[in-house]
Nanobody, 125 residues
Framework: VQLQASGGGLVQAGGSLRLSCLASGITFGGYHMGWFRQAPGKEREFVAAFRRYNSNPSYSDSVKGRFTISRDNAKNTMYLQMNYLTPEDTAVYYC???????????????????WGQGTQVTVSS
């Protein structure tokens, strides 16, 4: 299984970025997919996720209304559209995949089996 995250960069506060996560080695539609982030000195935290076969995503309270997670099963790709970025969104963003998680376990990063390499997002004030 390989997950390749991309799309990070430097953006001013109030700006937007779209992250992508290309998956290979899995039947993409059969996996739960999610985004996490980790700021310097902080624990990795949940951002957003899809359960497989479920079109209703989950979001952390800190990004709800600003970020949108989506997936294109035909392209084996997941996206994270990030709008109204603030300096507090600065972190390395990771995509993750798993085939067996239950709903209550999805917000804990250590429960996910597969990880991408991360992409840096820096928001300047």
């Amino acid at each position: 299984v390989q997950l390749q995250a991309s799309g990070g960069g430097l953006v001013q506060a109030g700006g937007s970025l779209r992250l992508s996560c290309l998956a290979s080695g899995i039947t993409f539609g059969g996996y739960h997919m999610g985004w996490f982030r980790q700021a310097p000195g902080k624990e990795r935290e949940f951002v957003a996720a899809f359960r497989r076969y479920n079109s209703n995503p989950s979001y952390s309270d800190s990004v709800k209304g600003r970020f949108t997670i989506s997936r294109d099963n035909a392209k084996n790709t997941m996206y994270l559209q990030m709008n109204y970025l603030t300096p507090e969104d600065t972190a390395v963003y990771y995509c993750a995949a798993d085939s067996t998680l239950i709903q209550s376990s999805m917000r804990t990063w250590s429960n996910w089996d597969y990880w991408g390499q991360g992409t840096q997002v820096t928001v300047s004030s």
